[in-house]
């Protein structure tokens, strides 16, 4: 393919295909973006839905979200786009193992987005709207699964289309799989280099905790050596008041200190008890089991401001042991070297690190509380963001240390969902609607969060997928699993009945 080259009143380098808006690409080159079009304006909308067949519902850009100005999206018209000249460069283009062009720059903007530390995104008015219907070949999409996963998501949709095609799908599986291709690598392209910070924005911290006490101190003694200190931390304890080490926050502070305790339940009710008190430009959302660096804030607003975001979620890094220090968490950086620099939009939320302008906490009303007693909450508030415009990026330059002690935390009341039988304690999710003898598996939350954000055909892809992974994960067990088999559906359909109730309840928040 032969690209046009332009280069922006900043000097910057950029290939293009058709005929962009030169003006608004301007504006767009400081910005997240490493990728720009407006390919769902063109015919690609919704493109290759086969793609659940491996992300399931577990990946927040399997579906498009149209309606928003500028969004993150992987699926790239190739006859009008921008591109970084050297992110292009390093991804060495469109691949020639396609059978079109189409199905190339979606293998670009696959692998830039989910394993590439870069970013594709679609921006309305960057090219003009076209009417075209883009196809891609049985052929080509098999090629794509087998360039970017391993072989058995290959066959697994296989298996699936061939319940509903023709033959033709397994003549099309065997030519790929004979023929010569590349496998696609996981390299990267590396984060920017982050500016010194402009500017006095004030930022608030959030730290929910519940019998972890000595863990807090320890959290509230790195922010305070922080280089660039917050205004405000908020503590919303919940540890039993005969649990409580009394005095252990009262001390003289660099910040301000506020510690309210919690009379109601759950974390997500915490973080909005404690997001009214915030009155801050940035919160960041922490988890009491955590460690940070002193420049760990700063390079938050640092990371922000080069990349003129919003929000972004940071590098968590897992402790081997819950009494590794900062300095254990400088030597596991040291070690990772230059392979931790990958920036690229978040494919998750993380509630241990993360940083966001309260404006845009507020507009989506901070934490939905159906998620208390369970999981997947920070998932949901991630997903809501980006549903309501965010770019939300990933931050490897503000890590924090995660300790996971073996007790306390807000899961003790959610350990409760383990529990049958008379000795259980309701939980939130349950609407007074007790579990009774069978545990529901997954968790209600979960399929909540996966009712709420995705399509009535991907949540049924997501049951067969989740059935077929326990019949076949362990082949030697198979037969006693075909035998536990209407035991597993009735808990997957009970979990699915406490998810739907909670669905027509609708969000909560207070």
Same mark, same amino acid.
């Given at each position: 393919?032969?690209?046009?080259?332009?280069?922006?009143?900043?000097?910057?380098?950029?290939?293009?295909?058709?005929?962009?808006?030169?003006?608004? #690409?301007?504006?767009?080159?400081?910005?997240?973006?490493?990728?720009?079009?407006?390919?769902?304006?063109?015919?690609?909308?919704?493109?290759?839905?086969?793609?659940?067949?491996?992300?399931?519902?577990?990946?927040?850009?399997?579906?498009?979200?149209?309606?928003?100005?500028?969004?993150?999206?992987?699926?790239?018209?190739?006859?009008?786009?921008?591109?970084?000249?050297?992110?292009?460069?390093?991804?060495?283009?469109?691949?020639?193992?396609?059978?079109?062009?189409?199905?190339?720059?979606?293998? #670009?903007?696959?692998?830039?987005?989910?394993?590439?530390?870069?970013?594709?995104?679609?921006?309305?008015? !960057?090219?003009?709207?076209?009417?075209?219907?883009?196809?891609?070949?049985?052929?080509?999409?098999? #090629?794509?699964? !087998?360039?970017?996963?391993?072989?058995?998501?290959?066959?697994?949709?296989?298996?699936?289309? !061939?319940?509903?095609?023709?033959?033709?799908?397994?003549?099309?599986?065997?030519?790929?799989?004979?023929?010569?291709?590349?496998?696609?690598?996981?390299?990267?392209?590396?984060?920017?280099?982050?500016?010194?910070?402009?500017?006095?924005?004030?930022?608030?911290?959030?730290?929910?905790?519940?019998?972890?006490?000595?863990?807090?101190?320890?959290?509230?003694?790195?922010?305070?050596?922080?280089?660039?200190?917050?205004?405000?931390?908020?503590?919303?304890?919940?540890?039993?008041?005969?649990?409580?080490?009394?005095?252990?926050?009262?001390?003289?502070?660099?910040?301000?200190?506020?510690?309210?305790?919690?009379?109601?339940?759950?974390?997500?009710?915490?973080?909005?008890?404690?997001?009214?008190?915030?009155?801050?430009?940035?919160?960041?959302?922490?988890?009491?089991?955590?460690?940070?660096?002193?420049?760990?804030?700063?390079?938050?607003?640092?990371?922000?401001?080069?990349?003129?975001?919003?929000?972004?979620?940071?590098?968590?890094?897992?402790?081997?042991?819950?009494?590794?220090?900062?300095?254990?968490?400088?030597?596991?950086?040291?070690?990772?070297?230059?392979?931790?620099?990958?920036?690229?939009?978040?494919?998750?939320?993380?509630?241990?690190?993360?940083?966001?302008?309260?404006?845009?906490?507020?507009?989506?009303?901070?934490?939905?509380?159906?998620?208390?007693?369970?999981?997947?909450?920070?998932?949901?508030?991630?997903?809501? @963001?980006?549903?309501?415009?965010?770019? #939300?990026?990933?931050?490897?330059?503000?890590?924090?240390?995660?300790?996971?002690?073996?007790?306390?935390?807000?899961?003790?009341?959610?350990?409760?969902?383990?529990?049958?039988?008379?000795?259980?304690?309701?939980?939130?999710?349950?609407?007074?609607?007790?579990?009774?003898?069978?545990?529901?598996?997954?968790?209600?939350?979960?399929?909540?969060?996966?009712?709420?954000?995705?399509?009535?055909?991907?949540?049924?892809?997501?049951?067969?997928?989740?059935?077929?992974?326990?019949?076949?994960?362990? !082949?030697?067990?198979?037969?006693?699993?075909?035998?536990?088999?209407?035991?597993? @559906?009735?808990?997957?359909?009970?979990?699915?009945?406490?998810?739907?109730?909670?669905?027509?309840?609708?969000?909560?928040?207070?």
């Amino acid at each position: 393919m032969i690209l046009k080259e332009y280069t922006s009143s900043k000097g910057d380098s950029l290939l293009y295909a058709g005929s962009p808006d030169f003006e608004l #690409l301007e504006n767009l080159v400081d910005g997240p973006g490493d990728l720009w079009h407006s390919s769902l304006d063109q015919g690609f909308g919704g493109i290759f839905p086969e793609i659940l067949y491996q992300t399931a519902v577990f990946w927040w850009y399997l579906n498009d979200l149209p309606d928003l100005e500028k969004s993150v999206n992987w699926r790239i018209n190739p006859d009008a786009f921008v591109v970084r000249k050297n992110l292009w460069v390093q991804f060495n283009g469109f691949s020639e193992d396609y059978n079109s062009w189409a199905a190339a720059s979606l293998d #670009l903007g696959y692998r830039m987005l989910r394993f590439g530390g870069a970013m594709p995104l679609y921006v309305k008015g !960057l090219f003009l709207p076209k009417d075209q219907v883009p196809v891609i070949s049985k052929e080509d999409k098999y #090629l794509f699964f !087998l360039k970017n996963f391993k072989e058995r998501h290959a066959w697994y949709m296989l298996f699936r289309e !061939l319940l509903k095609n023709s033959f033709s799908e397994l003549r099309a599986f065997r030519k790929i799989r004979k023929s010569n291709f590349k496998t696609n690598g996981f390299e990267f392209f590396p984060a920017r280099q982050i500016e010194k910070y402009v500017g006095n924005a004030t930022v608030d911290v959030i730290i929910p905790t519940m019998m972890r006490q000595d863990y807090t101190l320890q959290l509230l003694e790195d922010y305070a050596n922080q280089t660039y200190l917050p205004t405000k931390v908020i503590v919303v304890d919940a540890t039993p008041e005969n649990e409580r080490i009394i005095g252990i926050y009262d001390r003289e502070w660099p910040f301000e200190l506020i510690v309210k305790w919690q009379e109601s339940k759950g974390s997500c009710r915490a973080r909005n008890e404690a997001i009214e008190l915030s009155d801050s430009d940035y919160i960041i959302f922490a988890d009491d089991d955590t460690r940070i660096l002193p420049d760990f804030v700063e390079n938050h607003l640092r990371f922000l401001q080069t990349y003129n975001v919003d929000a972004c979620t940071g590098l968590d890094v897992q402790a081997t042991h819950h009494r590794q220090d900062l300095n254990d968490l400088r030597n596991i950086l040291e070690e990772r070297g230059k392979d931790r620099y990958k920036a690229g939009a978040a494919q998750t939320f993380n509630n241990a690190n993360s940083f966001v302008k309260r404006e845009r906490v507020l507009e989506i009303k901070g934490n939905d509380i159906n998620f208390d007693g369970g999981y997947g909450e920070d998932s949901d508030f991630g997903y809501r @963001l980006i549903q309501n415009g965010v770019l #939300l990026i990933f931050n490897p330059y503000s890590v924090n240390l995660h300790l996971k002690p073996p007790s306390g935390g807000y899961r003790v009341w959610g350990g409760q969902s383990a529990v049958i039988g008379k000795k259980r304690k309701i939980q939130p999710w349950e609407l007074n609607k007790p579990v009774g003898n069978i545990r529901p598996v997954p968790s209600p939350t979960l399929v909540y969060g996966i009712l709420k954000h995705f399509k009535p055909i991907q949540v049924q892809e997501y049951k067969y997928r989740y059935l077929f992974l326990y019949l076949t994960r362990d !082949l030697k067990k198979l037969p006693i699993r075909l035998l536990n088999l209407p035991y597993k @559906l009735n808990q997957f359909n009970k979990a699915m009945f406490y998810a739907k109730n909670l669905l027509k309840r609708g969000e909560q928040f207070k």
